[in-house]
Each structure stands twice: as C-alpha cells, then as structure tokens.
C-alpha cells in the first residue's frame, strides 16, 4: 500500500520482488531500511531454499519473519496515516 500511495506500480515480472523492496525504500525512507534489509535477506535465503534442498527455513527464523511482518505492517499504516491521512480508514 505504501508503494502504491507514493505513486508506485510494480509488475509481476523477473525480479519483481527485489524492486518491491528498493520502491518501499523509496517510499518509506529511512525508518524502513532495518525491516527491508531484513526481508530482503529473507528472500535471498528462500531462493537458496527453492534450489538447494539442502537448506531450510527453521521454526525460529518463521517466527522472526512473522514478527518482523506484524513490526513492519504497524510502520506502514503509521506512514499512510501520517503521510496521506485521506486514504486512512
């Protein structure tokens, strides 16, 4: 949503998810660089996971990411409400 309000449209293409982490950067600035280099560290591991079966996610790193999530949601809404109230229910 964040992306979207600072007038950003992503298409579902090769590498689209690295540019969704670069345009949230963009939008949220600095206060979201901890989360994003966090969930971008994810993804690098969870493309490791897709070609080396060798590694995976344990039950504490996919507790870490869902608090992570739930962290990040709370800054997003924070933005939208502090940077374009209109659209805050």
């Not at 950003?8 to 345009?23: D, M």
């Not at 993804?43 to 790193?61: C, P």
Request: net charge negative.
């Amino acid at each position: 949503m964040a992306i979207a309000c600072a007038g950003y449209q992503l298409a579902s293409t090769p590498g689209h998810h690295r540019l969704t982490f670069e345009a949230a950067r963009l939008a949220l600035g600095a206060s979201a660089a901890r989360p994003l280099d966090f969930f971008e560290a994810c993804r690098r591991k969870r493309n490791v996971i897709d070609y080396d079966h060798a590694s995976v996610a344990t039950h504490t790193e996919a507790e870490e990411i869902v608090a992570e999530a739930n962290d990040f949601f709370e800054l997003v809404e924070h933005w939208i409400a502090a940077n374009h109230p209109k659209l805050n229910p």
